[in-house]
């Protein structure tokens, strides 16, 4: 019996009497990308937008597998990200899941003082113990790679399926507006947020049978005792190499808490889904069936509100894509939107534009920017700087108007579709919306599911939300949101 036949012996998925995992997702859209990955390994998860009461999950959430919490951890402080997540994390570890993962984006955008990976891997530390921290951050299908621990990413339009860029090159990331990565190497960038040692399992010492890797992994262990142990990624074999060490490491200990992108549960996906066919047939884990994404592609009836508050070259090619094929385009002016003196107006003004061209049929895009070169950002950020708006507190207060004006329109005019593009803008829209919970309906482009939405007010319960980081999609992703029948 090889090492890999004997791992799955002694660790069936399908006799877990506890939940495999739950999360926190630093961004929105990358929290909906996690949704995305365990509905194709067959777990019912849902993701919620607060940690959710005991009361609530066995009221209305008794049969789901998996559930996640959405944050805004990337765009915090250190000392905010104290106040954020200990609490949260303590909420997380007294759920029960054999992981808790802290899901991060799998470009790694993060700095020192802006969304610092390596402080929420030292309040993680503090509060899960363990032997170390499993951090991943590769993802193949989403083009995403860590080779002898410097990460790559495919940009352009597509993302999984353009050029490859090493990270401080990538043409987007190296010049984020916020966290610009300036460094490639995952174990260099995390040493200017945290003391936290980290190791390296590169991809020579995955080759071999389990057995072997996994005396590499305890060597490593034994010789450097890391906090912090990072997983090369190149390809599927070296993903599920690293899940199954990650999901056999979860077996000794109460909760094993992991960083990482949703390679993660792309990792443990394919070890569960090994272990449910060796234990109980082609099925997924605890016994689901895989989901199948309903056909789709009909032309749709409804007009799609499209909200984008990102400022990434991939929806700038898809704004531009979508308004060549019909959509209304209405830019929105961000200084007057966050101006005390002319905000009402500015508000009148889009909801107005929004409703007429909705009510007449046609889908509409409201955006803040075409893309990283549009001149108005440069513009707006030193009109915000003279008033003391800082970036940050720009993205927050932009969020919240575009949050309202989707609210407005949704219960103005029944829409019963919104895509939302931009992390940041995705969190802030949904809350201004009293969205409490979200659940993958279907697969659409990796990493922007389709997703049914759970709230108090009957108006919004059962809206569909396709949130959008800025690197996701085709160049012709709008429309195909706005055709897909669900």
């Known amino acids: 019996?090889?090492?890999?036949?004997?791992?799955?012996?002694?660790?069936?998925?399908?006799?877990?009497?506890?939940?495999?995992?739950?999360y926190y997702g630093d961004d929105f859209t990358g929290s909906t990308d996690v949704l995305e990955s365990l509905f194709q390994t067959g777990l019912r998860t849902v993701l919620f937008l607060?940690?959710?009461?005991?009361?609530?999950?066995?009221?209305?959430?008794?049969?789901?597998?998996?559930?996640?919490?959405?944050?805004?951890?990337?765009?915090?402080?250190?000392?905010?990200?104290?106040?954020?997540?200990?609490?949260?994390?303590?909420?997380?570890?007294?759920?029960?899941?054999?992981?808790?993962?802290?899901?991060?984006?799998?470009?790694?955008d993060s700095s020192p003082g802006t969304g610092s990976i390596g402080k929420a891997a030292e309040i993680g530390r503090e509060v899960f113990g363990g032997r170390y921290?499993?951090?991943?951050?590769?993802?193949?299908?989403?083009?995403?790679?860590?080779?002898?621990?410097?990460?790559?990413?495919?940009?352009?339009?597509?993302?999984?399926?353009?050029?490859?860029?090493?990270?401080?090159?990538?043409?987007?990331?190296?010049?984020?507006?916020v966290t610009p990565m300036a460094e490639a190497d995952l174990r260099r960038h995390l040493a200017q947020q945290t003391e936290l040692r980290v190791a390296l399992l590169d991809i020579l010492a995955q080759d071999g049978v389990a057995e072997e890797v996994r005396e590499r992994l305890e060597r490593i262990i034994a010789?450097?005792?890391?906090?912090?142990?990072?997983?090369?990624?190149?390809?599927?074999?070296r993903l599920e190499t690293a899940g199954r060490l990650i999901w056999e490491e979860a077996a000794g200990q109460d909760g094993l808490f992991v960083i990482g992108s949703s390679g993660v549960e792309y990792a443990l996906g394919a070890v569960w889904q090994q272990e449910a066919a060796a234990t109980a047939g082609p099925s997924g884990p605890l016994g689901l069936p895989v989901p199948q994404t309903p056909p789709g592609g009909a032309s749709g009836t409804a007009p799609l509100l499209v909200v984008s508050g990102s400022c990434s070259p991939v929806t700038g090619a898809q704004i531009a894509c979508a308004l060549e094929a019909g959509f209304?385009?209405?830019?929105?002016?961000?200084?007057?939107?966050?101006?005390?003196?002319?905000?009402?107006?500015?508000?009148?003004?889009?909801?107005?534009?929004?409703?007429?061209?909705?009510?007449?049929?046609?889908?509409?895009?409201?955006?803040s920017a075409t893309g990283p070169e549009d001149a108005s950002i440069a513009h707006t950020r030193q009109a915000l700087a003279a008033r003391g708006i800082r970036s940050e507190d720009s993205s927050r207060l932009l969020g919240m108007a575009l949050g309202s004006l989707t609210n407005e329109l949704v219960r103005e005019l029944?829409?019963?579709?919104?895509?939302?593009?931009?992390?940041?803008?995705?969190?802030?829209?949904?809350?201004?919306?009293?969205?409490?919970?979200?659940?993958?309906?279907?697969?659409?482009?990796?990493?922007?599911?389709?997703?049914?939405?759970?709230?108090?007010?009957?108006?919004?319960?059962?809206?569909?939300?396709?949130?959008?980081?800025?690197?996701?999609g085709g160049v012709d992703f709008f429309e195909r949101v706005a055709a897909y029948v669900s």
Do not use: W
């Not at 890999?4 to 998925?13: G, K, S, T």
């Not at 990493?447 to 939300?465: I, K, S, T, V």
């Open 414 to 472: 029944a829409l019963p579709r919104v895509l939302i593009a931009g992390g940041d803008t995705s969190g802030y829209v949904t809350r201004e919306l009293g969205i409490y919970a979200l659940e993958c309906k279907a697969l659409l482009d990796p990493g922007g599911p389709l997703c049914r939405a759970y709230a108090h007010n009957p108006r919004f319960d059962g809206l569909e939300l396709v949130l959008k980081g800025g690197q996701v």
């Open 133 to 177: 921290i499993p951090l991943l951050a590769g993802s193949p299908y989403l083009g995403r790679y860590t080779l002898f621990g410097h990460h790559f990413a495919a940009g352009g339009v597509g993302s999984a399926g353009g050029a490859v860029h090493r990270l401080d090159r990538h043409p987007t990331m190296s010049a984020h507006p």
């Open 1 to 22: 019996m090889s090492g890999e036949d004997d791992l799955r012996e002694r660790q069936p998925v399908a006799k877990r009497a506890r939940r495999p995992l739950c």
């Open 50 to 108: 607060e940690p959710p009461a005991q009361e609530l999950l066995e009221a209305r959430f008794q049969e789901i597998d998996c559930f996640g919490v959405a944050g805004v951890g990337r765009s915090l402080t250190p000392e905010e990200m104290e106040r954020e997540l200990r609490p949260i994390f303590t909420t997380l570890k007294a759920a029960g899941a054999a992981v808790v993962h802290y899901k991060i984006c799998s470009t790694f």
């Open 328 to 367: 209304a385009g209405i830019r929105v002016a961000v200084e007057e939107l966050l101006s005390a003196e002319s905000r009402e107006a500015a508000m009148a003004a889009l909801r107005q534009e929004a409703a007429k061209q909705l009510a007449g049929g046609r889908s509409v895009i409201l955006y």
């Open 223 to 237: 010789q450097e005792a890391p906090d912090m142990v990072l997983f090369d990624v190149l390809d599927e074999r």
